[in-house]
C-alpha cells in the first residue's frame, strides 16, 4: 500500500467543522463555556496550530517519552542518589511535589473543557493530546514522590497539598481554578497556554531542571524536562487563539486576559520558583538567579513572542512588575522561614556569609534590605531565642493572590478596601486592579484570615490554624539545617 | 546594551540536556540549514539553547544526515522542551521567526 506523505492528508484528517442546521451555535458552544467575544462561526475555522502533530505520531513520542522516564526512575530506585541530595535541595522538590502534579489534573480538566468547546476542530485536536498529557503529568509526578515516601513523609504532600487548606494550598488552588477549572475554553487558551504554559512553566521546569543536573538530581531532572516537552507542543494552542482575537477586533480583550493571568502566575512562581532558585538550590549548583531566569525566560523570550503578535507590555509592567523582579520572593522567603511550621517541607534559610555575598551580588541592596532582618533571627538563633524565631499570630493574607502580604520597605501598610461591604486587603495595586476587574469570580472566596476571622478556624490560634491546614506534627516544617548555617555565621564573625 | 544587540532577537529550538545526539545533531543541522546565520549556542546543562537572530530553519534532511539514520522531524518533540521565536512546522522543516 503507497504510503501518503503527512501533508497529503493531515488538513482531511483534522479539520471536522461544519454549519450547525439542528441545533444554534449558543447550544453547541454556550458563553459560560466557551466565551465567543463575539467572533462568530466560522471566523474561527481558521485556527491552525504552529506546531502539528497526528495521533499516530503522537502515541509514538508518549510511549517514548514515558519510557525514558520511568526506566531512569527504576535504574536508580536502589541507589543512595535521594540520600546524598543537599537538605535545601530536597526541600525544593517537595515544594514542587506539593504544587503540582494535582495541578497537572486540574490542568487536564481545562484541556478537556477545550477539546469540546474549542471552536475549531484543529483547536480541539490538540487540546485531546493536551488531555492526554496533563494526565501524563499528574501521574508521574505523583509515583516518583511516592517512592520516595519510605525516606520522608514529607512526600506525603505530593498527593495530600490539593487537599488541604494550607495556606500555600489555598494560593494555588486559587490560581489554577481561575485559570485551568473555572475557566471558558477561549480564555484557557489564552491564560493557561499562552501566558502560564508559553510563559511560566519554563521557569519551574526548565529552570529547576538546569539546577537538578548541576545537583546531581537525574531523576528530577528528566522528568520535569520530559513533562516541558509536552508543555512546549501544546502550549501552542495560545498563539492561534489569540490571532483569531487580534483579526477580530478583539486585541484589547485578549491583552485584559493576559495581564490578569500573567501577575497571578508572576505572584505564584515567586513564591515556589523564587524561592527555590535564591535559596533551597545550593549555591555551587545555581546556573542563574531567580531574576536572571525571569529576563531571560519571560522579559526576552516569552516578550519577544507576545509583541511580535502585536500585543503590549502589560500596564503594570515598568511601575510594578519589573521592581519586584528585585525584591518580592525575598520577603516571602523571609515569611515562609518565619511561618515554617505551616508548611509540609523544611525551608532552608540559606544565608550563610557565602550565600549572602551571591545575594548581594545579584541583587544590590539586599544586604540593607533584608541581611539586616536576618541578623535579628541569627542573633536569636544564637541567643538561643529559638520561640523568638517563631510567629504568634497569622499574617495578613491578599484577597487576590492569597499570599501574606508583603512590601518592599518595613512597616508599608497594605491596600485596604471595600467591595458591598465586603472589607478586602490587598498587597498591591496589581493585584486589586485584577480582583475588581472581575469581582464575580472573586468575591465568595474567604482567604485563610478571612476565615479565621469568620471563626471557621478553631481553636483560633497557630495550634487551631496548623490542625485546619493539615499539617501534622511529622510534616510541619523546620529550618533545613538545624540552624547550621547560623553557627557558620557565628563562627566567621568569630 | 548596545543597538546591535538590542536589535538581536535570539529564535530556535531548547534541547533537553539529557539527548546529547540530538542537541549535537541540531547544532549541526542548524549550521547546515542556516549558512548566513551565526548559530548561538546556551548551555545550560538541564537545557541547551541553539538559535540565530530572527530566523532558524531545521530540515529533516540535515537532521538525518547529522544523526546518520532516518528521522522525521516530529521525532524532534521528545527532546523539544520550548523555542523561542513562532513556530511553523511543516513536515521536512521547522522554521522559528521574530518579524518585528
Redesign the interface.
Known amino acids: 500500500m503507497p504510503k501518503l506523505?503527512?501533508?497529503d492528508y493531515y488538513d482531511t484528517a483534522r479539520d471536522m467543522n461544519w454549519a450547525f442546521s439542528y441545533v444554534n451555535e449558543d447550544e453547541v458552544f454556550p458563553e459560560e463555556l466557551s466565551k465567543s467575544f463575539g467572533i462568530k462561526g466560522d471566523e474561527w475555522w481558521g485556527w491552525d496550530e504552529?506546531?502539528?502533530?497526528?495521533y499516530r505520531?503522537y502515541v509514538h513520542?508518549q510511549a517514548?517519552?514515558d519510557d525514558?522516564i520511568y526506566s531512569i526512575r527504576s535504574t536508580i530506585a536502589r541507589s543512595n542518589l535521594y540520600d546524598n541530595l543537599d537538605v535545601g535541595w530536597k526541600s525544593a522538590i517537595k515544594a514542587h511535589y506539593g504544587a503540582i502534579p494535582v495541578p497537572e489534573y486540574f490542568a487536564s480538566i481545562g484541556e478537556a473543557r477545550m477539546a469540546r468547546f474549542g471552536r475549531a476542530a484543529a483547536w480541539r485536536n490538540m487540546a485531546t493530546f493536551g488531555t492526554l498529557d496533563e494526565c501524563r503529568h499528574g501521574q508521574a509526578q505523583i509515583y516518583f514522590p511516592y517512592c520516595l515516601l519510605g525516606k520522608d513523609p514529607q512526600f506525603d504532600w505530593a498527593h495530600k497539598a490539593m487537599h488541604t487548606n494550607e495556606w500555600g494550598v489555598i494560593a494555588a488552588r486559587s490560581l489554577f481554578d481561575d485559570m485551568f477549572t473555572a475557566n471558558d475554553a477561549v480564555s484557557t487558551a489564552i491564560q493557561l497556554t499562552f501566558t502560564f504554559e508559553t510563559g511560566f512553566t519554563?521557569l519551574q521546569?526548565?529552570g529547576?531542571?538546569?539546577?537538578?543536573?548541576?545537583v546531581g538530581d537525574?531523576e528530577f531532572?528528566?522528568l520535569i524536562?520530559?513533562i516541558?516537552?509536552d508543555?512546549?507542543?501544546h502550549s501552542?494552542q495560545g498563539?492561534p487563539t489569540l490571532r483569531i482575537m487580534i483579526q477580530n477586533g478583539k486585541k484589547a480583550e485578549a491583552q485584559k486576559l493576559v495581564d490578569q493571568m500573567f501577575w497571578r502566575s508572576w505572584k505564584l512562581f515567586a513564591l515556589l520558583t523564587g524561592i527555590s532558585m535564591d535559596y533551597y538550590t545550593p549555591l555551587e549548583s545555581r546556573?542563574?538567579s531567580f531574576k536572571e531566569f525571569m529576563q531571560d525566560w519571560i522579559c526576552?523570550?516569552f516578550m519577544?513572542?507576545f509583541?511580535?503578535?502585536g500585543m503590549d507590555l502589560p500596564w503594570y509592567w515598568e511601575k510594578h512588575f519589573l521592581p519586584e523582579l528585585d525584591w518580592v520572593h525575598h520577603a516571602y522567603h523571609l515569611g515562609v522561614w518565619f511561618w515554617r511550621p505551616t508548611v509540609w517541607w523544611n525551608p532552608d534559610a540559606g544565608v550563610s556569609a557565602a550565600e549572602r555575598d551571591w545575594l548581594e551580588q545579584k541583587y544590590p541592596g539586599w544586604n540593607a534590605r533584608f541581611g539586616k532582618l536576618w541578623d535579628v533571627i541569627a542573633d536569636n538563633v544564637r541567643a538561643g531565642r529559638i520561640g523568638k524565631t517563631y510567629p504568634a499570630t497569622l499574617p495578613i493574607v491578599c484577597n487576590c493572590c492569597h499570599i501574606p502580604i508583603c512590601s518592599p520597605s518595613v512597616g508599608q501598610a497594605p491596600r485596604i478596601t471595600s467591595h458591598n461591604g465586603r472589607k478586602l486587603s490587598f498587597c498591591c495595586e496589581v493585584c486589586e486592579w485584577v480582583w475588581k476587574s472581575q469581582p464575580e469570580r472573586y468575591d465568595t472566596h474567604l482567604s485563610v484570615v478571612d476565615r479565621f476571622l469568620a471563626g471557621q478556624i478553631q481553636p483560633p490560634n497557630l495550634e487551631g490554624a496548623l490542625q485546619y491546614m493539615g499539617i501534622t506534627p511529622e510534616v510541619a516544617g523546620n529550618d533545613a539545617e538545624g540552624y547550621a548555617w547560623n553557627r557558620m555565621a557565628s563562627l566567621a564573625a568569630e | 546594551m548596545n543597538a546591535t544587540a538590542a536589535a538581536i532577537?535570539l529564535?530556535g529550538p531548547?534541547i533537553?540536556?539529557?539527548d546529547e545526539d540530538i542537541i549535537e545533531a541540531v547544532i549541526t543541522a542548524g549550521e547546515t540549514d542556516n549558512p548566513d546565520l551565526e548559530i548561538v549556542v546556551e548551555d545550560?546543562?538541564?537545557?541547551v539553547r541553539v538559535q540565530a537572530d530572527k530566523n532558524f530553519r531545521l530540515t529533516q534532511k540535515s537532521m538525518q544526515a547529522a544523526l546518520g539514520r532516518p528521522f522525521?522531524l516530529?521525532?524532534i518533540?521528545?527532546?523539544?522542551?520550548?523555542?523561542?521565536?513562532?513556530?511553523?512546522?511543516?513536515?521536512d522543516e521547522w522554521v522559528w521567526t521574530?518579524?518585528?
Open positions: 506523505q503527512r501533508r504552529p506546531y502539528k502533530l497526528t505520531e513520542n517514548g517519552k525514558g519554563n521546569f526548565l529547576m531542571a538546569s539546577d537538578a543536573l548541576h537525574i531532572g528528566a524536562s520530559s516541558q516537552t508543555e512546549a507542543r501552542q498563539e546556573t542563574m526576552r523570550q519577544d513572542q509583541k511580535d503578535l | 532577537k529564535v531548547v533537553r540536556g539529557v545550560r546543562g538541564g537545557y522525521r516530529a521525532e518533540e521528545p527532546s523539544l522542551v520550548s523555542f523561542a521565536g513562532r513556530l511553523h512546522s511543516m513536515d521574530i518579524h518585528s
